[in-house]
Structure formats: structure tokens, C-alpha cells
């Protein structure tokens, strides 16, 4: 089979071409077909379904497919199913009509019965991706190119999930044993941990974790051939460093550019920056449902009286965030929802402007003229500048007498003070990846119990509230489903469970002559890219 | 003659090695006010402690109250004013709209006060198990020892932050942000104590064996009292020295570790968080934010640095 | 009488200070002659060791030789340059020190240091210079030297060690030994073994030896003169039998005093009281004017030069300054 | 001599131990593992699942015995981060680190050696002072500034060496080397500098000290008076009674080289087990962490041991004795 011998040649003649490009320091476009990307960290495993991680899959994205895609601007787009929907006869099945003449790298046909068993993987026990799959029953293959979803219910918005499930070879996963995703109790390392065979564009020709992974050009890949035929992918973690190697030339593409070096580089020659809007929203949240704070000097619970809530949102500058925390990129935003996702509305995104003597007012009418003094945690290596903003806030509190201590940590101690709850006011991002409103309620909105509720680190609880969100799940009316958004978000909004600040920006900066769109999901794919030279 | 009359302290005749005071005697002053080196960097160090110490009185705003920033300050060049507010600053403003000239007084007030307590710790802590180690020998002395060889092993930076790591887990939530500063100084003086206890062991062990020693024990003095009288004077010189290069140490240890990601809360910057900070705008044009911090984390450090070293010649009566 | 081996002119040493400059050495002359053995005593500080150092170059700076002239058979070489006085230490003049414990490099063997020495002044071959230092270390009584020339210096007990040096000392067949106070610092038994094979094998090869010792009793056994400083200059020096049962200084009358009459030696002067003092304390006239049961006006005034008294006896003091302005005040 | 080597093998493992105690114990504290390793859909059930099947929930004596169990089988477990067996991680990552700690310790033993013993004889000279204000420069910034600093001017600025990584590596086998191509011994010049000036500097000013001190010796005196050339004196008298303490705390100064990796490795992007520990920190990966402080404790030891033996050879008087002392 010629499509097993080709890529083998052409991966040591590409090995010798990556070891030129890299010796030519700053060269100029060289090898203009050859993409060295950057970013802050590795994908943590080839395993598709084995970790649910936005640089895992944005990796795996090149070398595995999808059934459907996320385009640019947020939509579905076909993958290897080229039309989906609702089975006419039964609102509980999805039926995904299968691309034709797809085949994996080691040359094997992709099938129906490659979706089946990806699908089921993904919902193994060892699975990460398995609680997007929550309400699956079962898959079927109905024919070679037809796939069956059996859902335990009607769901409408099930399609939306399945942006980030890989599919996979069910002979090649048997062969390599490797039916499911590795299980950390077990002891041994998968195989499919650093081997991979995808239907994707590219294939693996070098993995080395956290150092370098290189992908070649797929030559039988489906779609219409790229421009880059190799990714050099290195992650470097420091800022300093992943800027300072774009300046020296010696990457093309650095996907996590800090805000403060954006204008920078836009300025220097020989260097240009993509930015565009990301699929995410950085707020605050505060303990609103417990009787006492944990880490209050006041009795009770200040965060229960809407007045403070309401005085802390005027106290929130979110314009000069933006101005001077940001450089200007993000966008503030009244609402805890991106601009992409379904529910979104220009009214729900406005916000107020920062009014603080009204705020004081509001403080003493609820009991705390003098304030009173509690503990805001925020990550420090988790969102754009997410310490900065804290901080900024912090200062606007202590304006209106609220006496803020900042805890600044890395994200493993910061998530589980909020899984736990054991935080009274902490900074959360969200990101949507099914793009409906729905996402957000089940996790942030919803009271804790079950699958739903795990993020409401707001303790927020309303039983009617709960009732639609549950509803929402199964409504196939699509009108009456965005009606039902709507509601649930006036009364969220009425009640300030959240504390919005903004939606993050986006940043790729690149070499000159390279062009790059941002990817709302952070996930750009580098057949995405063109060569203007 | 080539001699004034009834000059009294004089240095040709060898003395006692050791004892402090007479180690500070004006030999060493004189030979302080004659080292351009030890002057200058002497000066250095007084003007940044006491510019640091006196930082509520000298610094124009109060970096450390979040209150008093305006945002829209941030990014103020040196020199300039604001294009938003129109507010002036000497040294520019960070991205907080912190004032960089009272955050430099303000956080070196802070490290030198980490730098401080954590030699002191370290020393009290060295200086003690030193000298019961060396005074009581036997299993004592081999268990302490021991003990610094374990914790030799741990490198102190790695020490350090295991230690706040602890220290996290065993405060309770509202109380880690006050704490984090003192778990900062435990972590960094228990990183650094071996040196103190090795030096004091060795002294203490020669001390101990000597007569006046000896005939203070046989007339029963208590152990304690002969350590802190005879023995304890004899091994400050040194100590003093690892002491001043520790202080030189201690300040840049923090600075590591926050940049690690440990350290005094963002709200609060030290020199090192303010360098660490600073570090992010190298390539973005704010070179204000790292340039001022970073040259006053070199002058402390330095002038530290040089004093100690000066004072290690210095004290080192076979040098002279 | 023939040209002295060596002759030290006003020979005078100053250690710059920040409080002025000290003269540790004040205007000292003496010669040694060929093969003779000269004593030199006074107490700790009185300025023998930097003499001894002054000779052989190797005052420590900021010291410095600041008068006088040091002359090797007639040849100055108080002002050779650093490679050319190389050439004289170990060679011409060879050198023992105190401590024999520290005088020895602990990572070099006996072997090794003592062929060094030899091959660097005497250019014989490896060979030729290990039989010369065996021949040595058995000369110098370290029994079954072929055997433990190859040990480490710490495999020696410390009056097998001063043997060591003092082979060491001779291992290029100098004219002068200085040795300065080679017995100090071991014990009282073996202290007599060293100082006589210091003596005989120096007699035997026809060096000069310049012993420099605070211990009286020793001079007294071995030396052919004595010269007795104070205070950095010189108070007496003399034939060692005229100067011992005839003191004429009143210093080197009370040094004669301390002469260790049982087992142990004194180390300071019982018999007059005070002390020696400091550098830059000291009184004008006779420095040792304050403690001098014999002084008078002239002494408190008037610096005393040595003053020949016959004999190759010289003195400094005023009692025997005949020809001075002003007669002795005590009756 | 072989009773004295076995003992301190068995002092050593006894330190391992300690180190792996207190390693072990300490984890518990810098964070949830599960919470990162699981994706931000998955429910308390599930991270309670995962958390029983990792045996978090079991008593700490328990999982301490089966960590040492396995350990000493030289099995660490899967990294939580990275699902490689941790052993074949570390491995993978060992030469990177020893190569660039043996290359910034090699040159911060030269040059600290070479001006160490310079200044000590130019104790007046104003190259000496000069040189020894300088290096203290060196002890006065933190690592990841000057690493940055460098980077900025040599790689940004220059474009003379590259910014991060190892460059391309040639692979023997059973060890990646970046030796052998230019890129990867471009590559070793930054990270090693900034690793190696901080040792580079305390060496230094060690010889300096110990040599200032060895100057004064007696025998260093007695060799002079013996008319050996300064040549002699100088360097095969008083350096070699120099290093023996030199190298005892040189060879400890190894084992903090490799600590202070962590920071060199992150500002370069250097794939070594600094990095890589850093990393886990971040991710509370407990089995890499716990792997890599246990390798640390062994690197030590090893190294302590290394000196030891060293120092005995060096030193004639820690040697058994060959004849009894006597007259």
C-alpha cells in the first residue's frame, strides 16, 4: 500500500528539513511549507478521549477529526459527518450520515462502526470526555456511512458536544490494546499515549512530550491539501521566552501571546498579530447561598443582601480593566456568557458604569457603612492576566470600603477551593464548548446535586430556576427552548449571581507573511494557515 | 620617631582571635572608613534600609493600599504624565497604577524585613542547635548532624517551597494571606540554618575542650550560662559574616520563589514580586516596570554582598 | 680576621600602620661568621623572628626593610631582586622553623618535598636526589629512612618531623641555618636531640647557624655568640660564656635570671618587673629605661648606641658610655 | 576502606528514606491532583471514582509502604500529567539535566578555580577587586532575571544563540545528547552561563578564601624559605592543599546546580526533570514530584560519596595509616 510507505519517506527527508530550519536561526522563510508553533504547554497525551484539556485537543484536532467541526465564527461545520440531525420518527436519536472514502493513516477505511466504538469509548469509565456523553444510551451502526445515537431522552443540543470527541480505529485500538483511555491505577503507560492513527490531516511523525511533536501532511487526507505540509509544535512556558523566540525568528506562529507585548509586536517589522474573540468569560463569584462567610469579619453573610451584591457590581471598573489591565483586549460584559453562545443578547451584555458613591450608599444601606473585610482567590496562571485583574479589583472594593485580602495561586490549589467550596468570592472563567446557554446554567447555575451544579460556587439555589434548567435539556421546541434561556438568565441576571468582567481576547502573533484566523475555542488548526509570499 | 605619643588601641600584637568586641574595636571602623569599596557599598545599604524603613514617611503614595490606586494610571512612563488622569510620577507606574518609586521603598522595606527575620531565624536557630550539638556531642551532636545532612540533600530553594506547601495545608483559608510572610521567613531561615549550626559545632567542639571552659564547668556553672559566656562570643565573628552574605541571599531566595509562584500576596509586592512582575513587560516597552526594581534589588543586594565580604577580610585577623 | 658569612649593617624594619609606621627592627648590626653558632635571644615581640626573616627576604608586607644592609659574604642582599634572593633561600641560607607540625605541606610526601627542594637548586637528577635525601634523613636520625621517605609528614611523630625540616634545611647545603626557635614547640625530652643534631650536622658540613630561641639555657649549651635584642634593637651581644657569666646589660643581667635552674623553663623575666613594650609605645632614650633597676636621666633622654667593650663585646647602655657628657648617677 | 563505603551506602538509604518520608508527606498539602487531571465537566462522583481508583482515599501508611514498595522496583507510577510510566520520564529527561549541569558546573569550576586562585595572589591588585565586585553581580540578581536578561540580549537582541530548547540531539540509545550538533551546543551556552554564575561565584570566592588562608600557612612559608619557585608555591603547594575543602563543597554545590535546574530549565524551555518537576508542581502531579525528589536524594548521595572518596584520595591524612607514627 503506497499511502503506508509514503509518509515514512517523506517523515526522514522532513526530520533533515526541521533540522536545517532550526539550525538557520532567524532565516526567513526558508522553508515557507514548515510551521514552528509554539504555545505556553503540550497536549497531555495523544489519547484522544483521556484528558478533556483545550491544548490536548487542540493538538489532536490536526491528527484526529471529529464528526463535527467548530468553525471560526462558532458554527458547526461538516467533519466526518456530513449531515446530522434529529431522527424524524424519534426526538431521542441523532443520526450522523458518515463522510465516504475517509481512510485512517495506516490505510484502513473509516467506517460507521469506527464512530460506534469511539463513541463508546468516550464513554468508558476512564474516559475524560464521558460527561459530555452523559445522555447517550447507545450507538449504532445502521450501515457502513449511518450512525444511530440512542439518547436517553430528547436532546436537542446533543450535536454541540461532540466538537472534541475524536474518533478513532476500533482494529487499530484492538490491536494495541488500547480500547480504552489509560487508567492512572494501572500502572502502564497506553499506547495510544504517544501513538496515534487518526483520519486528521496530519500524522505523527515525532512525539516527544513537552519538547517537540512534529506532524506531517497527511497525503490522504479528504480535504483540500494544505499549505503547511509540516508542524514543528514546541511549548514554551515561560512569556518572556515564547516572545523572545518569535523576535529571534526561531518560531513562526506563538499561539499565547501576553496582552502587554501585543502592541509591541504589532509595531515590530517583520511580525503581525491575529486577535479575535475567545469562547470564554472571566467573572467573579461570591458565596451568596451560606448562612456565615468563611472568611468574613462580619457575622452572617454580606454576600446574601442584593445590595452589596449590587454595590460590588458598581464598584467594578470593567472599562478600565479593559484600557489598562487588558491593553484593550477584551470585551466587558455585563452577562457570564460569550457573545458566541446560544442566549447571548446585546441587552443582557451591557453592563453599568462604575458608580462609587452609589455603591457606598448601598454598603450602608444594607449595614456595612464601614464595609467589611473578606478573601477574593484568583488563579495565576490560568487566564490572561487573571492576578492583574483581581488585583485591579481589589483596589475598586477597597474604594467602597470592602476590605479585600487576595489570594493568588496556581490553578490546582485555586479549582478545588471552588469544587470544594471552600472559597466565599474567587475569579472563574468559563468557556462554552457546546455554544448554548444551557452549558452554563448545568454548571454554574443549577443547584449542586447530580451531574448538574458542580461549578456553583455561588451556592445559589432556586428550585424553579433548577426546574427549567432540567427542562431546557429535553425541549426540542427550539423557540421555546430560547424562550426559556431568556427567562432563566433575566432572573440570574435580577439576582447578580455572577459578577461578569469581561470575554477574553485572543492573540496569535506570527511571522510576517503568515496569516492565521482566531479560533474562538483556542484550538487553531494550521491548515488554517496561508502564505502570503 | 615615626610614632605619635599616647595613642592608645594599637595593632601590631596579636590578640585573641574571636571576640566581638574587641573585633569591633576602631581597627575595623578604621579600616571601614579606608575601603572605598566597604564605603560605598556602606552607604548604598544605609540609604536603601533607611529609605525602606522610613518608606511610610518618604514614599509619595501607599503602593500597599489598593484603594489608593488608580487604574488609570497604569503604565505611566517616568517622568511623564498620565495621558488619561494627567498624573505625574518620578519613576512611572506599573500596571496596577502603582507608584514604582514608593513600590520599590515599600517592597524593599519588605524583603529587607523577609531578608532580616529569616537570617535571624536561621541563625538563632543554627547558632543554638550549633552549640548544643557541639557542647553535648554524643547521639545529640550525630542526630543533629544528621539532620543537616538530610536537609542538605533538599536543596534550599526546594526546601522552601515544600515548605509553604505545608504551611498551606496547615493554616486555615483566612488566615494564609497574614501568615504568608512569616511562612515565607520560616521557609527561607530553615533552609539556611545548616551553615550557622556547622560553624558554631566546630567552634563550640574546640571551645569546649579548653581550660577556662572546663575549670567554669567544674565549678558548676550551668551549661546554658558557659555557652552564652565563653563560647558564644568567640563564634559571632563568623556568624556575622554568614549572617550578612545569608541577608544578600535571603532577599534574592524570595525573589525566586516568587517567581515560582510562592511568596507575598501581588497586593503586597516585595522587590523580588515587583521584579518577577516587571519581568513580563521586558518586551512590551514598559522597561521602567523591571529597569527601577531590578537596579534596587542590585544595589541592596550588592552593597549587602560587599559588606559581607568586606567584613569577612575584616574580621579575619590573619588577612589583615 | 676573615670576612664574616654574613654581616647585617643598621639594619632597620618598619610595618607601615594606619597609626604611623612601627620599627620592629631598630638599627641592629651584627655578623656571623663561617661556621660559627650565633644565639639570639630576647622575649616575644623583641624582633628576633623578623631579623631572621629580614635575612632571607621574606618579610611579610606591608613590612619592609627600610634601612640598613644585609651583605652574604660581602654581596648585598637585602635589595636583590625577587628571583636572584629565590636563588640564595634554601641554597645559601636555609631556614628552620618553630612549628615542625605545620611546617610540613600534609599532602606531599617527605620524598617529594625534600627532591623538590634539592632539584631546584642543585639540578641532579631524580635519582641522584633521592639518594641524597635518604643520605640526609638518615643523617639527621630518622630511622629506616628508605623505608619512610615515602610517607606522608603526618606519619611522623613531631621531633621526627623538626629532623624532616631540618633535612630539609640542609638538603641543598647552605652556609647559614637560621633556625628560629626549632624547639619550641615540642616536647621538653626530645628538645636536646634536635638542638644537637642541628649543631653537629651543621658543624660537619661547615654552616653557620643563627638560633634564634627565647630559652637562654639553650644558647648557653650551644652557641658560640649571643646577641640579645630588645625591643627591636640590639641591647648586648658577645661571646656566649662572657655574656652569660657576665652580663653587662641590665636586661641580658635579668634574662641571665631566667636561665631554667629545674625541669622548666621561664618564659618571662621573673626578676624584673614589667613588661617589653609595645612598638609603638616605646619610651624615648633607652627602651628598656622604664624597668631598669640601674636607670638614670641620660637613659629617659638619650638614645645608647651599642658601645664596644673589648672582646667582640658591644653594649648598648649609658652605665658604660665613658666617654659620655654625664656620669652614671648611682653611686 | 569497603566497611567504610558500606556504611555510607547504608546511611544513604536511610537518608533516601527520610527524604522520600517527608517528600511523600508533604504532598498532601500542594494540591487536589484529581481536580486537574479531570475535565471541568466531571462531577463529584467522578472525582471521587478517580480519587479511589489513584488510592488517595487510603491511610497514609498504606500508600506510603506501596509507594516504597514499588519504588525500590523502581516503579514510580504513571504520571497523572502525562501518562508515561514516571521512571521512562525521568529517564528520558536525566540526560538533558546532567548535561547542562555538568557543562555549567564544569565551567563554573574553571572559571570560578582560575580567578579564585588569581585574585587570591592579586589580593591587592585592582583586577582583583574588580573581578571580585563584579562576580558578586552575578549573586546579586535572581537566576530567572539574568536568564531572561541574557536571552533578551544574546538571542533577541544579537541573534548570536538560540532562546530556548536543546536544539537537535543525537540520540545513542539510551541517551539523548545534545553535544554532538552545533545547534544543541549553541543551545547549552545561555541556560549553562546563567546556571553556572551563581556556583561560578561561590567557587571563587571559596578558592580565594582558602587559598588566602593556605598563603599564610606555615609550609607555604617554609616552601618559600626553601627557594622553590613561585611557580612552585603557588600552584603545587598552595592550590593543591587548596582544593581538598574546595572540592568537598564544590561537589555538594553539584547537587544545588541540579536544584537550581528547575528555574534555569523553565526560563530556557530546557527538557530536563527541573522543568519537568516544575511542571508537575503546577499540575500536582505526586508521582513525578516524588520520583524526582527521591532521584535528587540519590543524585546527592551519590555525589556526597563521590566526594568522599575523592577527598580521600586528595587527602593523604584521611588515609589509612601505613606505619605506625613513632620516632
Not at chain 2, 516585595?270 to 531590578?294: C, V
Not at chain 3, 628576633?48 to 632571607?56: C, F, L, P, V, Y
Request: with cysteine; hydrophobic share 45%.
Amino acid at each position: 500500500m503506497t499511502f503506508d510507505r509514503l509518509p515514512k519517506a517523506r517523515r526522514s527527508a522532513a526530520l533533515l528539513g526541521g533540522a536545517a530550519v532550526a539550525l538557520a536561526l532567524g532565516a526567513a522563510s526558508a522553508g515557507a511549507e514548515t510551521i514552528r508553533w509554539a504555545r505556553v504547554g503540550d497536549a497531555l497525551t495523544l489519547d484522544p478521549h483521556a484528558q478533556n484539556e483545550g491544548p490536548t485537543h487542540a493538538l489532536n484536532h490536526h491528527i484526529y477529526e471529529t464528526l463535527v467541526g467548530r468553525a471560526t465564527d462558532g458554527t458547526l461545520t461538516p467533519r466526518l459527518a456530513t449531515e446530522w440531525g434529529i431522527h424524524p420518527d424519534d426526538d431521542t436519536i441523532w443520526v450522523f450520515e458518515l463522510r465516504e472514502g475517509v481512510t485512517f493513516h495506516d490505510g484502513t477505511p473509516f467506517e460507521a462502526d469506527d464512530v460506534v466504538f469511539s463513541l463508546e469509548r468516550a464513554m468508558a469509565e476512564t474516559s475524560d470526555m464521558k460527561g459530555l456523553h452523559g445522555a447517550v444510551e447507545s450507538v449504532e451502526a445502521v450501515d457502513e456511512h449511518t450512525v444511530h445515537v440512542q439518547m436517553e431522552g430528547p436532546a436537542p443540543l446533543y450535536v454541540q458536544n461532540l466538537t472534541n470527541t475524536f474518533i478513532m480505529n476500533r482494529e487499530w485500538a484492538e490491536e494495541h490494546d488500547v480500547e480504552e483511555p489509560q487508567d492512572f491505577a494501572g500502572g502502564e503507560e497506553s499506547y495510544a499515549v504517544r501513538n496515534a492513527n487518526g483520519t486528521g490531516p496530519y500524522t505523527v511523525a515525532e512525539r516527544d512530550p513537552e519538547v517537540r511533536t512534529v506532524l506531517e501532511y497527511f497525503g490522504d487526507h479528504w480535504a483540500e491539501t494544505p499549505e503547511v505540509s509540516e508542524i514543528i509544535y514546541t511549548p514554551i512556558a515561560e512569556d518572556a521566552t515564547r516572545v523572545a523566540a518569535l523576535l529571534s525568528g526561531e518560531v513562526d506562529i506563538v499561539q499565547d501571546v501576553p496582552v502587554q507585548d501585543i502592541q509591541r509586536l504589532q509595531e515590530t517589522d517583520g511580525i503581525t498579530v491575529e486577535t479575535g474573540p475567545e469562547n470564554r468569560v472571566i467573572f467573579f463569584a461570591y458565596d451568596m447561598g451560606s448562612d456565615e462567610l468563611q472568611t468574613a469579619n462580619v457575622e452572617g453573610n454580606p454576600f446574601a443582601d442584593p445590595l452589596v451584591r449590587e454595590a460590588m457590581h458598581l464598584a467594578l471598573d470593567r472599562d478600565a480593566i479593559r484600557q489598562v489591565v487588558m491593553r484593550g483586549q477584551s470585551l466587558p460584559t455585563g452577562v457570564t456568557m460569550p457573545p458566541f453562545v446560544n442566549g447571548w443578547t446585546e441587552e443582557l451584555d451591557e453592563y453599568p458604569q462604575p458608580d462609587y458613591e452609589r455603591a457606598q450608599e448601598l454598603l450602608a444601606e444594607a449595614g456595612y457603612p464601614d464595609g467589611f473585610e473578606v478573601t477574593l482567590h484568583t488563579p495565576n496562571d490560568r487566564y490572561l492576566n487573571d492576578e492583574a485583574i483581581s488585583q485591579a479589583y481589589v483596589g475598586m472594593l477597597d474604594r467602597i470600603g470592602i476590605d479585600v485580602n487576595l489570594v493568588s495561586q496556581t490553578r490546582s490549589l485555586h479549582f478545588p477551593l471552588i469544587q470544594n467550596r471552600e472559597t466565599d468570592f474567587y475569579l472563574l472563567g468559563w468557556g462554552v464548548p457546546t455554544f448554548d446557554s444551557q452549558y452554563i446554567f448545568d454548571f454554574l447555575v443549577h443547584s449542586t446535586e447530580g451531574a448538574r451544579g458542580g461549578w456553583n460556587g455561588s451556592r445559589y439555589s432556586n428550585p424553579e430556576l433548577d426546574q427549567k434548567i432540567e427542562a431546557l435539556a429535553t425541549e426540542t421546541d427550539l423557540e421555546a427552548r430560547n424562550e426559556m434561556i431568556a427567562e432563566i438568565w433575566a432572573q440570574v441576571q435580577e439576582d447578580r449571581v455572577f459578577l461578569p468582567v469581561h470575554n477574553q481576547l485572543l492573540a496569535y502573533a506570527m511571522r510576517e507573511g503568515i496569516s492565521l484566523p482566531v479560533h474562538p475555542e483556542n484550538q487553531p488548526s494550521m491548515t488554517d494557515v496561508s502564505f502570503e509570499d | 620617631m615615626a610614632r605619635t605619643d599616647h595613642e592608645t588601641a594599637a595593632a601590631s600584637t596579636p590578640r585573641p582571635p574571636g571576640r566581638l568586641y574587641r573585633a569591633w574595636d576602631s581597627d575595623l571602623a578604621h579600616a571601614f572608613r579606608t575601603s572605598p569599596v566597604a564605603l560605598v557599598a556602606g552607604i548604598v545599604a544605609v540609604v536603601i534600609i533607611l529609605a525602606a524603613a522610613l518608606a511610610p514617611w518618604i514614599a509619595p503614595h501607599d503602593p500597599f493600599d489598593p484603594g489608593s490606586l488608580v487604574l488609570m494610571d497604569g503604565f505611566t512612563p517616568p517622568m511623564t504624565e498620565n495621558e488619561f488622569t494627567g498624573n505625574f510620577y518620578l519613576l512611572g507606574t506599573d500596571d496596577q497604577g502603582r507608584d514604582v518609586f514608593s513600590a520599590i521603598l515599600y517592597g524593599a522595606r519588605l524583603s529587607l524585613f523577609v531578608g532580616f527575620s529569616a537570617v535571624l531565624f536561621a541563625m538563632v536557630l543554627g547558632v543554638t542547635l550549633g552549640l548544643i550539638a557541639g557542647y553535648r556531642g554524643g547521639w545529640v551532636d550525630s542526630l543533629l548532624m544528621r539532620i543537616a545532612d538530610v536537609q542538605l540533600t533538599f536543596p534550599s530553594i526546594l526546601i522552601a517551597l515544600l515548605i509553604f506547601g505545608v504551611a498551606r495545608g496547615f493554616i486555615p483559608p483566612g488566615y494564609r494571606e497574614a501568615m504568608a510572610i512569616w511562612v515565607l521567613i520560616v521557609a527561607i531561615g530553615l533552609s539556611d540554618w545548616v551553615q550557622y549550626a556547622r560553624v558554631v559545632r566546630g567552634a563550640t567542639m574546640v571551645e569546649k575542650s579548653k581550660e577556662y571552659v572546663q575549670a567554669a564547668r567544674v565549678i558548676g556553672a550551668h551549661p546554658a550560662k558557659i555557652l552564652a559566656r565563653h563560647i558564644l562570643p568567640n563564634v559571632m565573628g563568623p556568624v556575622l559574616v554568614i549572617g550578612t552574605i545569608g541577608l544578600a541571599l535571603a532577599i534574592i531566595a524570595e525573589a525566586t520563589l516568587s517567581f515560582l509562584g510562592v511568596g507575598v500576596p501581588p497586593t503586597q509586592p516585595s522587590l523580588g514580586t515587583l521584579i518577577r512582575i516587571g519581568q513580563g513587560f521586558l518586551f512590551s516597552g514598559e522597561w521602567w516596570i523591571l529597569l527601577f526594581p531590578a537596579l534596587a534589588l542590585l544595589a541592596l543586594a550588592l552593597s549587602v554582598n560587599l559588606l559581607g565580604d568586606w567584613l569577612r577580610d575584616a574580621l579575619n585577623p590573619r588577612l589583615r | 680576621m676573615a670576612e664574616p658569612l654574613l654581616s647585617v649593617r643598621d639594619l632597620v624594619v618598619e610595618f607601615p600602620t594606619r597609626r604611623g609606621t612601627l620599627r620592629a627592627i631598630d638599627r641592629i648590626s651584627f655578623d656571623i661568621r663561617e661556621g660559627e653558632v650565633l644565639g639570639m635571644v630576647g622575649e616575644s615581640g623583641a624582633g628576633k623572628s623578623i631579623t631572621g626573616n629580614a635575612i632571607i627576604g621574606l618579610i611579610e608586607p606591608p613590612g619592609r626593610i627600610a634601612g640598613g644592609e644585609i651583605l652574604l659574604k660581602g654581596t648585598r642582599i637585602d635589595d636583590l631582586p625577587p628571583e636572584k634572593m629565590r636563588r640564595i633561600r634554601g641554597r645559601r641560607i636555609g631556614m628552620v622553623f618553630q612549628d615542625p607540625l605545620t611546617s610540613l605541606n600534609p599532602l606531599y610526601t617527605v620524598a617529594e618535598q625534600i627532591i623538590e627542594t634539592i632539584r631546584t637548586h642543585l639540578g641532579v637528577s631524580e635519582r641522584e636526589a633521592r639518594e641524597r635525601a635518604v643520605a640526609l634523613l638518615d643523617r639527621v636520625g630518622i630511622p629506616a629512612a628508605r623505608r619512610r621517605i615515602d610517607d606522608y609528614p603526618h606519619h611522623f611523630s613531631g621531633g621526627m618531623r623538626q629532623r624532616v625540616v631540618i633535612a630539609l634545611a640542609l638538603c641543598a647545603e647552605p652556609e647559614l641555618v637560621i633556625a628560629d626557635e626549632p624547639t619550641t614547640a615540642l616536647d621538653v625530652s626530645v628538645q636536646a636531640q634536635i638542638i644537637d643534631v642541628l649543631k653537629e650536622i651543621c658543624a660537619e658540613r661547615g654552616a653557620a647557624v643563627m638560633l634564634i630561641t627565647h630559652d637562654m639555657g639553650v644558647i648557653a649549651e650551644t652557641a658560640d655568640r649571643v646577641a640579645v635584642l630588645y625591643a627591636g634593637r640590639m641591647a648586648e651581644i658577645g661571646p656566649v660564656r662572657d655574656v652569660v657569666q657576665d652580663a653587662e646589660h641590665p636586661y641580658t643581667r635579668g634574662l641571665m635570671g631566667s636561665i631554667p635552674t629545674l625541669t622548666h623553663a621561664h618564659d618571662r623575666l621573673t626578676q624584673i618587673p614589667g613588661a617589653m613594650p609595645r612598638l609603638d609605645n616605646i619610651p624615648q632614650g633607652c627602651a628598656f629605661n622604664p624597668r631598669c633597676p640601674e636607670a638614670f636621666d641620660r637613659c629617659r633622654v638619650e638614645r645608647p648606641d651599642p658601645i664596644g667593650r673589648g672582646g667582640g663585646r658591644r653594649v648598648a647602655c649609658w652605665l658604660y658610655d665613658r666617654a659620655g657628657v654625664k656620669e652614671a648617677g648611682n653611686g | 576502606m569497603l566497611a567504610y563505603i558500606l556504611r555510607r551506602l547504608l546511611q544513604s538509604v536511610v537518608v533516601m528514606m527520610v527524604v522520600a518520608l517527608v517528600s511523600f508527606s508533604l504532598f498532601r498539602f500542594v494540591g487536589d491532583p484529581v481536580s486537574t487531571m479531570l475535565g471541568q465537566e466531571a462531577t463529584v462522583a467522578d472525582r471521587e471514582a478517580l480519587r479511589e481508583r489513584l488510592g488517595l482515599n487510603d491511610p497514609f501508611v498504606v500508600q506510603f509502604a506501596d509507594f516504597v514498595t514499588r519504588a525500590v522496583q523502581g516503579d514510580f507510577g504513571i504520571s497523572y500529567r502525562l501518562q508515561q510510566p514516571v521512571t521512562d520520564l525521568i529517564l528520558s529527561r536525566l540526560p538533558a539535566t546532567l548535561e547542562l549541569a555538568a557543562i555549567s558546573g564544569i565551567f563554573a569550576f574553571v572559571l570560578g578555580l582560575g580567578l579564585g586562585v588569581y585574585t587570591a595572589l592579586k589580593r591587592r591588585g585592582w583586577l582583583s577587586n574588580a573581578i571580585m565586585t563584579a562576580s558578586l553581580i552575578g549573586v546579586s540578581l535572581p537566576t530567572f532575571l539574568i536568564g531572561v536578561l541574557l536571552i533578551w540580549i544574546f538571542a533577541v537582541e544579537l541573534q548570536w544563540l538560540p532562546s530556548f530548547g536543546r536544539g537537535e540531539v543525537v540520540d545513542l540509545g539510551w541517551w539523548r545528547t545534545g553535544l554532538l550538533t552545533p545547534s544543541g551546543r549553541a543551545s547549552l551556552v545561555l541556560p549553562a552561563v546563567t546556571l553556572g554564575l551563581y556556583q561560578m561565584t561561590l567557587i571563587m570566592r571559596l578558592v580565594r578564601a582558602e587559598m588566602l588562608e593556605v598563603l599564610r600557612a606555615d609550609y607555604i612559608k617554609f616552601a618559600r624559605a626553601r627557594g622553590l619557585s613561585d611557580r612552585a608555591v603557588n600552584f603545587g603547594h598552595a592550590l593543591k592543599n587548596t582544593l581538598v575543602p574546595v572540592i568537598t563543597i564544590t561537589g555538594l554545590q553539584l547537587g544545588s546546580i541540579i536544584a537550581f535546574a528547575i528555574i534555569t530549565e523553565t526560563v530556557f524551555q530546557w527538557p530536563g526533570v527541573g522543568a519537568l518537576f516544575i511542571n508537575s508542581v503546577q499540575f500536582v502531579d505526586v508521582p513525578v514530584m516524588a520520583a524526582y525528589l527521591v532521584l535528587i536524594a540519590l543524585v546527592f548521595v551519590v555525589i556526597n560519596l563521590i566526594v568522599d572518596l575523592l577527598y580521600y584520595v586528595v587527602d593523604p591524612r584521611l588515609r589509612a595509616d601505613r606505619g605506625a607514627a613513632g620516632h
